[in-house]
């Protein structure tokens, strides 16, 4: 396994991951909080908003510095 076919491993699990969490937000605001009610895994709906759009920015950030990397040919074959 090279270090290209990890890099692009790593860039197709950032591309899946950044479409669902996208889904996830809610286009009135409501997001993680209207699924099942209310988020249980986070202590209010407002730090469920702010820990999913800190893992989105996250992994855009992930994914377009990826893209960058093995778009460039940077990586050795």
Known sequence: MTITSVVQAIWVISAVGLIVLVLLH???GD???A???QAQ???STKSAE???NRVTWALTVIFLGLTVVLSANW???
């Open 31 to 33: 997001g993680i909080g």
């Open 41 to 43: 895994l986070f202590s």
């Open 50 to 52: 702010n820990t999913l």
């Open 26 to 28: 809610s286009p009135k």
């Open 75 to 77: 990586l050795p074959k």
């Open 35 to 37: 699924i099942g009610g």
